[in-house]
């Protein structure tokens, strides 16, 4: 998968570059001599693993936040700290562009799938695969040093 995301990756920038605008997955495949199929395939592993170590890195903060916690006081409360972590989160949502935010409402809250998202806006699946992966990087950046704080 690795040394395709960065084919793909290259052929993106290049292609976003030529063209002035952000690439189709039809003209991605098209570069690099692929099927359509298999861009999309490889959005979706990007995004996975992008939604995996965001999700790892939340769910290690958490656990370190306990045992802070545990440390600082005599009755720690989780509830708490998830409250502190679940606020910092809509913080860093709210910090989200219109669009990203958009996207990340309509992929975890609202439970539509990529495809849906990609006809509520009028856009390829394969943008809202990247507009999503985009997002959970941000808010990634965003949290980064409360998480690891």
Same mark, same amino acid.
């Given at each position: 998968m690795r040394?395709t995301?960065?084919d793909i990756?290259a052929a993106?920038d290049?292609?976003?570059?030529?063209?002035?605008r952000?690439?189709?997955a039809?003209?991605l495949?098209d570069?690099?001599?692929v099927?359509?199929?298999?861009?999309?395939?490889?959005y979706?592993?990007?995004?996975?693993?992008?939604?995996?170590?965001? !999700?790892m +890195?939340?769910?290690n903060?958490?656990?370190?936040s306990?045992?802070d916690? *545990?440390?600082?006081?005599? $009755?720690p409360? &989780?509830?708490?700290?998830?409250?502190?972590?679940?606020?910092?989160l809509?913080d860093?949502i709210d910090?989200?562009?219109?669009?990203?935010?958009?996207?990340?409402?309509?992929?975890?809250f !609202?439970? +539509?799938?990529?495809?849906?998202?990609a006809e509520?806006?009028?856009?390829? *699946?394969a943008r809202?695969? $990247?507009?999503? &992966?985009k997002?959970?990087?941000k808010?990634r950046?965003?949290?980064?040093?409360?998480?690891e704080?």
């Amino acid at each position: 998968m690795r040394k395709t995301a960065r084919d793909i990756t290259a052929a993106y920038d290049e292609l976003s570059n030529k063209l002035l605008r952000v690439p189709s997955a039809k003209e991605l495949a098209d570069h690099l001599a692929v099927e359509e199929s298999m861009i999309y395939k490889h959005y979706r592993e990007i995004s996975n693993s992008v939604l995996l170590s965001f !999700e790892m +890195l939340l769910s290690n903060a958490a656990e370190n936040s306990a045992e802070d916690a *545990e440390g600082d006081f005599e $009755q720690p409360e &989780s509830s708490l700290i998830r409250s502190e972590l679940h606020q910092r989160l809509m913080d860093a949502i709210d910090a989200l562009s219109e669009r990203d935010r958009l996207v990340i409402s309509l992929y975890y809250f !609202e439970h +539509l799938k990529l495809h849906e998202i990609a006809e509520v806006l009028k856009v390829s *699946e394969a943008r809202v695969c $990247q507009a999503r &992966s985009k997002a959970i990087l941000k808010l990634r950046n965003h949290l980064k040093d409360y998480l690891e704080g």
